[in-house]
C-alpha cells in the first residue's frame, strides 16, 4: 500500500510540469495561436531558473525569472507571428531549435552544480494521514497550484466575458475585429501568459523537481505538453487528467522495478513518448470530433481589415 501511495505522490510530481505548461497551450491556442516553441521555452526557463536559485538561493525567486524567462520568448515569438505575419509553424520550431542551443551554451557553467532542496511540509494535519497522507499531502505547493490553476483557467474561459471573447477571436478573429475588439493584441496577451506557464515548468524542472541542471533535460516535456492539448480537447480539467496520466506512464518504470518485474530500461524509458504518439493516432481516427472542438482559427494568420 506505502509503495502505491508513493507511485502516486510521485505521478504528481512528475505530471506537474505537463499540466503547467499544457494550461499556457490550451490559453495559446484558445486564441488561436499555435506555440511549437514550447520546448524551447521550457528549456530557457530552466536555465533561467536554476541560474538564479544557484545564485540568490530563493526559490520563489528561481520560479519567478523561470516564469519571466517563458513570457519575454513568447512574447518575441507573438510578434514575429502576430504582427510581423510569420509562419506558426515554421516560428514554433524556431523558438524551440534556439531555446535548445541557447539553454545549452548559458548552461555550461552550471552542469553539475546542484540546488540546496528545501524541505517540502506539505498540507498540515493532512501530511500525517496513513496512505493519504504520503500519496496527496506531501506535495510542493506548486503542485497544488497546478490544480488550482486548471480550475482557474476553467472559470476564466467558461465564466467570464474576458473568457468568452478570447474564445472567439480563436473561432473567428475577424469576426471579433469587427465588433471592434483589439484581436492582435488579445493574442499577444494570451501567448504572453502562455510563455509565462510554459517558464514556471520548465523552472519547476530544474529548480523543484531535480534539482539541478542538465543539458536538454526537458527531454520532450513540451512536445508532449503540445499533444495534451489536442488529447484533452482544448478544455483545462480534461488537460490536469492527462498530464498527470502521463506522469504516471513516466514513473511507472521505478514501481515495477520496485515490484520485481523485470522489464528492460529503454522500453520503459519511450513509453511517455509511445503513449503520446497512441492518443494522437487514436484521436485522428475521427477528425470530424477535432474539428467539433479544436478552434477554427487555430494555427491561421490574422490581417486586420482583410
Known sequence: MNDLALLVAATLAAGTPLALAGMGLLVNERAGVLNLGAEGLMLVAAVAGFATGFTTGSELLALIA?????????????????WLNTNQYATG?????????????????????????????????????????????????????????????????????????????????????????????????????????????????????????????????????????????????????????FGGVTMLQLYLQAAGVQVPPEFMSMLPYLATVLVLVIISRNPLWIRLNMPASLGKTFFPGS
Open 66 to 82: 523561470g516564469a519571466a524567462a517563458g513570457a519575454i520568448g513568447a512574447a518575441i515569438y507573438g510578434w514575429l507571428v502576430i
Open 93 to 245: 520550431l524556431a523558438v524551440s531549435l534556439f531555446g535548445s542551443g541557447f539553454s545549452a551554451f548559458v548552461g555550461i557553467g552550471f552542469v553539475g552544480k546542484k540546488l540546496e532542496e528545501n524541505p517540502v511540509t506539505g498540507v498540515p494535519l493532512l501530511r500525517d494521514l496513513p496512505v493519504l497522507g504520503v500519496a496527496l499531502f506531501r506535495q510542493h505547493w506548486t503542485i497544488y497550484g497546478a490544480v488550482a490553476l486548471a480550475g482557474g483557467v476553467a472559470w476564466f474561459l467558461y465564466r467570464t466575458r474576458g473568457g468568452l471573447i478570447l474564445r472567439s477571436i480563436g473561432e473567428s478573429p475577424s469576426a471579433a475585429h469587427a465588433l471592434g475588439y483589439p484581436v492582435r493584441r488579445i493574442r499577444l496577451v494570451a501567448v504572453v501568459v502562455g510563455g509565462a506557464l510554459c517558464g514556471l515548468a520548465g523552472a519547476y524542472l530544474s529548480v523543484i523537481y531535480t534539482p539541478l541542471w542538465v543539458e536538454g533535460m526537458v527531454a520532450g516535456r513540451g512536445w508532449i505538453a503540445l499533444a495534451l492539448t489536442t488529447f484533452a480537447t482544448w478544455r483545462p480539467a480534461r488537460m490536469l487528467f492527462g498530464a498527470y496520466l
